[in-house]
T-cell receptor, first 111, second 115 residues
Framework: QKEVEQDPGPLSVPEGAIVSLNCTYS??????FMWYRQYSRKGPELLMY????GNKEDGRFTAQVDKSSKYISLFIRDSQPSDSATYLC???????????FGTGTRLLVSP | DARVTQTPRHKVTEMGQEVTMRCQPI?????VFWYRQTMMQGLELLAY????????DSGMPKDRFSAEMPDATLATLKIQPSEPRDSAVYFC?????????????FGEGSWLTVV
């Protein structure tokens, strides 16, 4: 079993839809939960992160962590075609910078 | 706008040839990572350095891969001899040492094809 599992998709939605992207993980030591966005033929870029359990909102994006079930979610409201990309979750423990990435979920938002 | 710089951006080489990929981390970042990305495996950590010292290279095939940091502004990843299964995108990333939520920043990648 991989440390981080993510549905590869693709997930296709119409513009304006609410998108839910999810990851599960197995390592209880993970404390920081990063979401990276990767456009085609580009490097991943940090979208947002949360610490421990709870929610964090940044504009149209909301990250949610449930440590009891080891479940990570990223919600995108009012999705736009420019959101079309691959979204990778990447958790890490405190004091340890090595990120373990999920395989990524490819999102396609059609106009 | 600080960024991680990688060269070459694209490389096509024949099996058995040596391949060297270079990375210039963001100035002031003392932690450098090499990741490999394929469709099947996603992003895999090959090696990482702190203050130029290797901390973990357990993800790297030791018989053909080597990673070094000759100085603080240059990291290299070498494959010798290259094989078709090494075809992938190789990303370098850098970050400041941090026990908290700071993260790492990726370059644009080196797209390697071994034929």
């Amino acid at each position: 079993q991989k440390e981080v599992e993510q549905d590869p998709g693709p997930l296709s939605v119409p513009e304006g839809a609410i998108v839910s992207l999810n990851c599960t993980y197995s390592n209880s030591a993970f404390q920081y939960f990063m979401w990276y966005r990767q456009y085609s033929r580009k490097g991943p870029e940090l979208l947002m992160y949360t610490y421990s359990s709870g929610n964090k909102e940044d504009g149209r994006f909301t990250a949610q962590v449930d440590k009891s079930s080891k479940y990570i979610s990223l919600f995108i409201r009012d999705s736009q075609p420019s959101d079309s990309a691959t979204y990778l979750c990447a958790p890490r423990p405190t004091g340890f910078q090595k990120l373990v990435f999920g395989t990524g979920t490819r999102l396609l938002v059609s106009p | 706008d600080a960024r991680v710089t990688q060269t070459p951006r694209h490389k096509v080489t024949e099996m058995g040839q040596e391949v060297t990929m270079r990375c210039q981390p963001i100035l002031g970042h003392n932690t450098v990572f090499w990741y490999r990305q394929t469709m099947m495996q996603g992003l895999e950590l090959l090696a990482y350095f702190r203050n130029r010292a290797p901390l973990d290279d357990s993800g790297m095939p030791k018989d053909r891969f080597s990673a070094e940091m000759p100085d603080a502004t240059l990291a290299t990843l070498k494959i010798q001899p290259s094989e078709p299964r090494d075809s992938a995108v190789y990303f370098c990333a850098s970050g400041p040492y941090d026990r908290g939520g700071n993260t790492i920043y990726f370059g644009e990648g080196s797209w390697l094809t071994v034929v």
